[in-house]
């Protein structure tokens, strides 16, 4: 019976995995025919669509899929017809909650973002009563390089406004129109051929943390941010809540 259960269990963790990866390879889908579908499919001449391949690549993505992606945003394969949103909401504990995402039907997806908000305490806010609170800033991640004085000093050459190191990553943060060309100048300095860059994306950085102390009330808001997160078409989530 003990082989069985654990069996079970193995299955279990299995299917898990498996779904993330299928969450993760949807959302890279997504966001590579979007990115092809504004700017075309040259990755060259489309920076977003070059980060967006290259972390699918990251990912162990399959090429064929990446491909279908691309075609799909430039039209050379027929698909539903993407569109991105940013969704603001209020959770427990006067949390202010960004959600960003792409769907196929946004009427349909932001009427199930309010249901999960109402099982969990949290209630949509209406545009612009939570992005004041939020600044958007280019991020840049970079991991296990030993150049770290060449890494600072390039990339605030390039237009970084704020650098911070933590073990053997640093974040660089940057305004978002600087974000892919600070990436390029990076990737092309002949003395850092060995950088490796984590990841590249523009986020939600929140103006001032608030704090939660009260554990059922941080419990609720952890609960309210999973179940954003397992949503099919949401992305990223940020919140205010430190």
Known sequence: MSGHSKWANIKNRKASVDKK?????SNLSKIITV?????????????????????????NMPQDN??????????????VTLEEFTCEAYGPGNSAIIIEGITDN???????????LDQHKGKIANPG???????????????GVENNEIIELTAIDAGAEDIKKENDKMTILTKPENLYE????????PALKNIRIESANMVWQTKSNIKISDEKT???????????????????IFTNAG
């Open 106 to 116: 946004k009427n349909r997806t932001i009427s199930e973002i309010k249901h999960l």
């Open 182 to 189: 600070i990436k390029k100048t990076l990737e092309e300095n």
């Open 66 to 79: 990446i491909e279908k992606a691309v075609k799909k945003g430039t039209g050379e394969l027929e698909g």
């Open 129 to 143: 009563n939570v992005l004041w609170m939020f600044e958007k800033i280019g991020k840049i991640i970079t991991n």
């Open 35 to 59: 990115a092809a579908k504004e700017k075309g499919g040259d990755i060259q001449m489309n920076p977003r669509l070059r980060t967006a391949i290259e972390t699918a690549k990251a990912a």
């Open 21 to 25: 990866r299928g969450k993760l390879f």
């Open 218 to 236: 941080k419990n609720s808001l952890k609960d309210l941010l999973e179940a954003l997160d397992e949503h099919d078409d949401v992305q990223n």
